[in-house]
Antibody, heavy 119, light 105 residues
Framework: QVQLVQSGGEVKKPGASVKVSCQAS????????MHWVRQAPGQGLEWMGLINPVGGSTTYTQKFQGRLTMTRDTSTNTVYMELSSLRSEDTAMYYCARDGGSSSTWAFWGQGTLVTVSS | DIQMTQSPSSLSASIGDRVTITCQASQDITNYLNWYQQKPGKAPKLLIYAASNLETGVPSRFSGSGSGTDFTFTISSLQPEDIATYYCQQYHHLYTFGQGTKLEI
């Protein structure tokens, strides 16, 4: 069965960086894009970007350009999301979600990783 | 960027009620729209894809319709386990979520 397992919660100071991992299993890793979505406390869902496991090409939403880096490791079927220059507004739950291909159905999600930015 | 305007932002209903949520896109997205359910502390769950297709395993009381810029999500008979927040999402150009509709009893 498809599983996406994310790394544990993080507490960071303003200005620092955070790197969250998402390890996939139960399917052919190279076949599907992976997305990252975040949700600030009590707020809605915000798409951050995606990575193509084949070749590692990325697309980021404009809001995070310059601060966001997504990478992948095909030897461990893991994708990473690194956000730099953290500020308090980056405090949120971060989710990875697997794309469904042509219909872009996001049926599989990680459990979420809480990133807290606090001085 | 494509903006998604979802309404209402919150909704109070009774068990057995028919519930309707709307989502309007800022431009034509044909049928490139999904609906998700999110319960507190959990990841979102896909319910409807391509505007009107029921995801496997999702109860038939959930349905979706619409195309172009105007979309509707309906629960035909509200059940206690349906209390959650619902989001629409467009994937015509990149990805955008609606603001969410919190459904309460």
């Amino acid at each position: 069965q498809v599983q996406l397992v994310q790394s544990g919660g993080e507490v960071k100071k303003p200005g620092a960086s955070v790197k969250v991992s998402c390890q996939a299993s139960g399917y052919t890793f190279s076949r599907f894009y992976m997305h990252w979505v975040r949700q600030a406390p009590g707020q809605g869902l915000e798409w951050m970007g995606l990575i193509n496991p084949v070749g590692g090409s990325t697309t980021y939403t404009q809001k995070f350009q310059g601060r966001l880096t997504m990478t992948r490791d095909t030897s461990t079927n893991t994708v990473y999301m690194e956000l730099s220059s953290l500020r308090s507004e980056d405090t949120a739950m971060y989710y990875c979600a697997r794309d469904g291909g042509s219909s872009s159905t996001w049926a599989f999600w990680g459990q979420g990783t809480l990133v807290t930015v606090s001085s | 960027d494509i903006q998604m305007t979802q309404s209402p932002s919150s909704l109070s209903a009774s068990i057995g009620d028919r519930v309707t949520i709307t989502c309007q896109a800022s431009q034509d997205i044909t049928n490139y729209l999904n609906w998700y359910q999110q319960k507190p502390g959990k990841a979102p769950k896909l319910l409807i894809y391509a505007a009107s297709n029921l995801e496997t395993g999702v109860p038939s009381r959930f349905s979706g319709s619409g195309s172009g810029t105007d979309f509707t999500f309906t629960i035909s008979s509200l059940q206690p386990e349906d209390i959650a927040t619902y989001y629409c999402q467009q994937y015509h150009h990149l990805y955008t979520f609606g603001q969410g509709t919190k459904l309460e009893i």
